[in-house]
């Protein structure tokens, strides 16, 4: 197969429905049988269904093959001792012991919470992980219990600096989210790239052109192949990118800079051969208590009055202006109603996971 072009595989009309419990079933089996502990199985478990529950197709379910391949190699340590270390009231580094970037994600916000929870803020980097899949996962955790936060990670370099023709930053997600009244959180969940690199495997696999102004082929060529796709450009495409470029920078400094990890540049690649070797990412999240800076009631009604005022904005002919998440939740809820889809493709290397494994197959809806 050497283009996609006019193929119409991606359509999920052909897409079996598999209903979300029993996806993280699946999930959970299939870690646990592959030498993960329930931690990391259930950490894993928690952020890919959630994933895919939200839409995010591309960090969801579809990572478990891969994750399960690393584990068997020995890249990811299935059973770490996490290990915090408070370093001041409101700091504090976590070492993953080379686990599941997941299960860092999770303990890491946890461990922000309680610093917010006794001084109104609570910063936390990770240090010894790997990859740990959408970042929003981790904020949303955060502000489902009342919390703001933001969460950065950097990644092997995928992606083109600013009016480079070689690949230098990762794909460096940024996710910030904030809780309201009565309605799902604010959820801001996006790489620093064009788009992730990720959703271009998963584009491979459906059989689905790229968008224009996001990838470059091994030449330095636009291209919407996802096959060709040697490179992403940053956020902001070829005019804009040193935006993208420059919020790249930013994990870097967090999550590198700050913590001792290696930067994007010099990690192993997450689809390279080396199975085994430690990846030793680091991550940096920021947990902040709404009472620290103004009263609770108040933060409410201005989060309530800011999000009416932008959803009621007028917009273009045939769409709607919407909030960060909204689609997220639009979408959770349908799957939740209807089953997460699963392509043909997923379908079948899932079921021979299964087999190898010996563990229960996935089964639809």
């Not at 994750?67 to 915090?84: H, S």
């Not at 740990?132 to 502000?143: H, I, M, P, Q």
């Not at 021979?352 to 089964?363: F, I, R």
Request: aromatic residues 6%.
């Amino acid at each position: 197969m050497n283009s996609i072009k006019n193929r119409t595989y991606g359509q999920e009309s052909s897409w079996q429905r598999v209903a979300a419990p029993e996806v993280d079933r699946f999930v959970r089996s299939a870690l646990q049988a592959g030498g993960a502990d329930d931690a990391s199985a259930d950490a894993v478990a928690r952020a890919l269904v959630g994933a895919s529950l939200r839409g995010v197709d591309s960090h969801g379910l579809r990572l478990l093959p891969h994750y399960l391949k690393v584990l068997r190699g020995g890249r990811i340590n299935g059973r770490p001792e996490l290990v915090f270390k408070p370093l001041s009231n409101t700091t504090g580094t976590l070492d993953a012991d080379n686990g599941f970037g997941h299960l860092a994600g999770y303990r890491a916000i946890e461990e922000g919470i309680s610093l917010a929870e006794k001084n109104g803020m609570g910063a936390v980097s990770v240090v010894n992980s790997s990859h740990f899949g959408a970042a929003g996962s981790f904020t949303l955790a955060a502000a489902e219990a009342g919390y703001l936060a933001l969460a950065f990670s950097n990644s092997d370099k995928l992606v083109l600096a600013h009016d480079s023709v070689a690949p230098f930053h990762g794909t460096n997600p940024i996710s910030f989210a904030a809780p309201l009244q009565g309605q799902q959180p604010y959820l801001i969940d996006m790489a620093t790239s064009s788009i992730p690199y990720n959703r271009v495997l998963h584009y491979q696999t459906i059989q689905r052109e790229l968008p224009s102004d996001v990838a470059v082929d091994s030449g330095g060529h636009m291209t919407t192949d996802p096959l060709a796709a040697a490179a992403l450009l940053p956020l902001g495409g070829l005019g804009y990118g040193y935006k993208g470029a420059a919020l790249a920078g930013l994990c870097e400094v967090l999550c590198a800079a700050l913590t001792g990890m290696a930067f994007s540049h010099q990690l192993l690649a997450i689809n390279g051969p080396d199975l085994s070797t430690r990846r030793r990412l680091g991550h940096f999240f920021l947990v902040m208590k709404p009472e620290a800076f103004i009263e609770r009631s108040l933060y409410e009604t201005q989060m309530t009055a800011y999000l009416q005022d932008l959803r009621t904005q007028n917009a273009v002919a045939g769409s709607e202006v919407m909030a960060p998440g909204d689609r997220e939740w639009r979408v959770q809820e349908e799957r939740e109603a209807q089953g997460i889809p699963v392509d043909p493709v997923l379908l079948q290397v899932l079921a021979d996971q299964a087999e190898a494994l010996n563990v229960l197959g996935l089964t639809a809806c």
